[in-house]
C-alpha cells in the first residue's frame, strides 16, 4: 500500500522520557523502608504540601461546597454515563459451570480485587475525568476498598471538584498525594491503608514508572505513554471538525501524538492550513503543548481508498481512532486494533475523554495491538474451580499419570497413582510414560 505523507513525525512520544527508573526505583525504596514519615517528606518537596494526607469528611464535605452546583450536574451527569457503561460491562462477566465428562464439572468464579487504588492526575490539568473513570469502575465491579489518589497544589490541597467526584464515585479513601509519593503510598498500605491489589489511572512518567515497577507485586491497568490520536477520514469529512478534533488531543501536552489519514489529499491539505490557526486561539499552556505536538509529533497522510486507511489504524494501533467517512458500518466491523472507536463526526474523542460512558483509560504506544482499556473486567479475577466423582477420576488420573511420566514429574504422576489404588483397588493399570 502507498502513503504519501504530507507530514511526517520528527520525534517519537518517547524520545524524551529520560531514564526515570533509577530515580523512582531510589524514591519507592526509601518509601517503602521509612513508611508514612518517608511518604510525606516527598510530598514536602515534590507537591509542595504538608497538609492532611487522608482527607477527614469534614474536608471533603468542605471541598464539595467549594464546587458549582452546575459542575456538579455535569460531574453526575458523566458519572451516571460511565456507571451504566460499567454496569453493562459487569453484566457480561458471569459465574458458571460446565460438566466437562460425566461427573468432571469445572466452574468460573468472577471474584473483584479487594483493594484499588486509582490515581487521578492533577499537575497541568485537574483531571476531574480520571476520577470518574478510574473510582466509579472499581466501585461497580464490587472491590472492598477504593482509595481515591491526586496531587495536592502547592500549600492548599487537591482540587475540590477532584474531592467531589471521587466521593460521588465512591471512594473510601482520598489521599492528597502526588506522583511517585502516591503510588507508592497506595502499594504498600500507608496512612492506615489496606495495601492495594491493582493501581490504576494515567499520570506523569514517574507515575508510570512507579506502576511499572510495582507490577508483579501488584496489579496495574497497563503500562502507559502518552495519549496518542489518529482520524480517518475521506473526502465527506468536515476539514474545520477534523483540524479542531486533532487540537484537542495535541493540548494533552507536547508529546502527545496526532495523525491523520484520508483519502482525500484537498482535505488534509486544507486541515494543515488551518491547525496552526486553531491553535493559536487556546490559552498560553494549552497552545505551547499544542504546537509542540503539532510540530514535532504529527503525521498527515493520503492512501488510496479505505481498506488502506484500514490498513494504517492496524499498523499505529492508537489509542483513540475516530473515523469520520461514509459507510460507518464498514469500519466498525474491519477495525481491530484501538483503545477505543470513536465512529462519525457527531462524536469526539473529547466527548469519551469527559463524560460519554466508555473508559478513557486506554492503550497507548501501540499496546492497543494486545489489550483494551480499563473495564470491570480489570478490577476483577476470573477463577476457576473443578471437582470430580471417584468415577469420573479415573480417565483423568491415567491421563495425568502417563503424561506427568513422559515430562518426568514423577510426584505428579504419583498424585495420580494413589487415587486409582484408593478409588479402583481391584482394577490393572498401565500407568508407564509409554502406556
Known amino acids: 500500500m502507498s502513503v504519501d505523507y504530507l507530514k511526517k513525525a520528527t520525534k517519537h512520544a518517547t524520545d524524551d522520557a529520560g531514564d526515570v527508573r533509577a530515580t523512582v526505583q531510589a524514591i519507592l525504596d526509601e518509601i517503602e523502608a521509612g513508611g508514612d514519615e518517608a511518604a510525606k517528606k516527598y510530598a514536602a518537596k515534590f507537591d509542595r504540601y504538608e497538609g492532611n494526607v487522608v482527607l477527614t469528611r469534614d474536608e471533603i464535605d468542605a471541598a464539595a461546597a467549594e464546587v458549582p452546583q452546575k459542575l456538579k450536574d455535569d460531574i453526575r451527569f458523566a458519572y451516571?454515563?460511565?456507571?451504566?457503561?460499567?454496569?453493562?460491562?459487569k453484566s457480561t462477566i458471569q459465574d458458571m459451570e460446565v460438566e466437562i465428562r460425566p461427573g468432571l464439572i469445572a466452574g468460573q468464579r468472577a471474584i473483584p480485587c479487594q483493594a484499588a487504588g486509582c490515581y487521578a492526575p492533577g499537575g497541568r490539568y485537574s483531571h476531574i475525568a480520571s476520577a470518574l473513570m478510574t473510582v466509579t469502575t472499581a466501585k461497580v465491579a464490587g472491590c472492598g476498598h477504593i482509595t481515591a489518589c491526586s496531587p495536592p497544589r502547592p500549600g492548599i490541597g487537591i482540587a475540590p471538584a477532584i474531592i467531589y467526584t471521587a466521593d460521588l464515585c465512591g471512594a473510601d479513601?482520598?489521599?492528597?498525594?502526588?506522583?511517585?509519593?502516591?503510588?507508592?503510598?497506595?502499594?504498600?498500605?500507608?496512612?492506615?491503608?489496606?495495601?492495594?491489589?491493582?493501581?490504576?489511572?494515567?499520570?506523569?512518567?514517574?507515575?508510570?514508572?512507579?506502576?511499572?515497577?510495582?507490577?508483579?507485586?501488584?496489579?496495574?491497568?497497563?503500562f502507559a505513554g502518552p495519549t496518542d490520536s489518529l482520524i480517518l477520514a475521506d473526502e465527506t469529512a468536515d476539514p474545520y471538525m477534523v483540524a479542531w478534533d486533532l487540537v484537542s488531543q495535541a493540548e494533552h501536552g507536547y508529546n502527545s501524538p496526532v495523525w491523520l489519514a484520508t483519502t482525500h489529499r484537498p482535505l488534509a491539505e486544507k486541515v494543515m492550513e488551518m491547525?496552526?490557526?486553531?491553535?493559536?486561539?487556546?490559552?498560553?499552556?494549552?497552545?505551547?503543548?499544542?504546537?509542540?505536538?503539532?510540530?514535532?509529533?504529527a503525521e498527515v497522510m493520503v492512501v488510496p481508498d479505505r481498506e488502506g486507511l484500514a490498513q494504517v489504524a492496524d499498523d499505529y494501533a492508537p489509542e483513540h481512532l475516530h473515523v469520520q467517512a461514509a459507510d460507518l458500518d464498514w469500519f466498525l466491523n474491519r477495525l481491530q486494533c484501538y483503545g477505543s472507536l470513536f465512529l462519525g463526526e457527531q462524536t469526539t474523542v473529547s466527548f469519551g475523554d469527559k463524560a460519554a460512558g466508555p473508559n478513557h483509560v486506554l492503550p497507548t504506544s501501540g499496546a492497543a495491538r494486545y489489550t483494551g482499556g480499563l473495564s470491570v473486567h480489570k478490577y476483577m479475577k476470573l477463577v476457576t474451580w473443578q471437582r470430580a466423582t471417584e468415577a469420573a477420576s479415573k480417565d483423568v488420573a491415567e491421563a495425568t499419570a502417563r503424561i506427568s511420566r513422559l515430562e518426568g514429574m514423577e510426584g505428579h504422576a504419583k498424585a495420580a497413582d494413589i487415587r486409582l489404588e484408593k478409588y479402583f483397588p481391584n482394577e490393572k493399570f498401565d500407568l508407564t510414560a509409554n502406556g
Open 173 to 222: 479513601k482520598i489521599l492528597a498525594l502526588g506522583g511517585v509519593q502516591g503510588i507508592a503510598a497506595m502499594a504498600f498500605g500507608l496512612f492506615g491503608l489496606p495495601k492495594a491489589d491493582i493501581l490504576v489511572g494515567p499520570g506523569n512518567q514517574f507515575v508510570a514508572e512507579a506502576k511499572r515497577i510495582l507490577f508483579g507485586r501488584v496489579g496495574i491497568d497497563m
Open 275 to 297: 491547525v496552526p490557526q486553531m491553535i493559536s486561539e487556546l490559552p498560553n499552556l494549552n497552545a505551547e503543548n499544542a504546537a509542540r505536538a503539532w510540530a514535532d509529533m
Open 80 to 89: 451516571d454515563n460511565v456507571r451504566m457503561f460499567a454496569e453493562a460491562q
